[in-house]
């Protein structure tokens, strides 16, 4: 939209009859690009990670559920997300016995943090549904998914809990925490969610614009940067 925007007020305020023109005219091809399902949906194939292989036979020591699942209400109380799918996906992992503990990781990514601190409101959540507190596992300090792999390894170490663990997070932003939890030493194996984008075949209403899908690409965009800056910090 900031793009959209910019080139609009270019288009309707410039001087030059062939500035204008131009940035009308471009504004209108970004406007039907990133208005196309069907470009998000093929983008989302590549960039999305799809769950890996999971040994049926296995119980995981842990699984790693990456919080942005619930927000803050501004009283220190929460609620869940458009993302609690992470939540629930995790949930699903322990009450299934695939797993053993739930480690929740989040605290509070504001930029003026308040009282809120995501996993611990998690936690307590997951008490009322009868979870086990001594399965249970938070750290509630990290602010970003670099903090969240760093503060997990070391969470980890101090429980000993054997290796490999699920991930879970969302399928778009699998790709920048696999890379940011296996650079920190963590091994992992995806276990994605919140499917954002369509997974079905061509279809026809694909072609249609539509107004949410530009709200979507800003999500691609941003773990595409994200995972540019952790790449280039190495």
């Known amino acids: 939209m900031l793009w959209?925007?910019?080139?609009?007020?270019?288009g309707i305020f410039s001087r030059s009859y062939r500035v204008r023109n131009r940035a009308l005219l471009y504004t209108l091809i970004l406007l039907i690009l990133f208005s196309n399902p069907f470009l998000l949906n093929r983008f989302s194939r590549l960039w999305d990670v799809?769950?890996?292989?999971?040994?049926?036979?296995?119980?995981?020591?842990?699984?790693?559920?990456?919080?942005?699942?619930?927000?803050s209400d501004g009283d220190g109380r929460g609620y869940f997300n458009a993302h609690a799918d992470r939540f629930i996906q995790g949930l699903k992992l322990k009450m299934t016995g695939k797993v053993s503990h739930l480690l929740i990781t989040g605290g509070n990514s504001d930029i003026i943090p308040g009282k809120f601190r995501e996993s611990v409101w998690v936690k307590e959540e997951l008490?009322?549904?009868?979870?086990?507190?001594?399965?249970?596992?938070?750290?509630?300090?990290?602010r970003n998914t670099l903090e969240n792999a760093l503060f997990v390894t070391q969470e980890l170490k101090r429980r000993g809990l054997a290796p490999p663990y699920l991930l879970v997070t969302s399928a778009f932003h699998m790709r920048r925490a696999l890379y940011t939890f296996?650079?920190?030493?963590?091994?992992?194996?995806?276990?994605?969610?919140?499917?954002?984008?369509?997974r079905k075949k061509v279809s026809v209403d694909e072609f249609i614009p539509q107004v949410e899908i530009?709200?979507?690409?800003?999500?691609?965009?941003?773990?595409?940067?994200?995972?540019?800056?952790?790449y280039v910090k190495g």
């Open 4 to 10: 959209l925007l910019a080139g609009l007020c270019l």
């Open 50 to 71: 799809d769950t890996g292989n999971i040994n049926s036979q296995k119980v995981y020591s842990c699984t790693i559920v990456l919080g942005g699942f619930s927000s």
């Open 127 to 142: 008490k009322l549904m009868q979870v086990p507190d001594s399965s249970i596992l938070i750290e509630s300090e990290s």
């Open 182 to 198: 296996r650079r920190a030493g963590v091994q992992v194996i995806p276990y994605s969610s919140t499917y954002i984008a369509g």
């Open 214 to 230: 530009l709200s979507k690409w800003g999500i691609y965009i941003k773990e595409l940067i994200g995972f540019g800056i952790y």
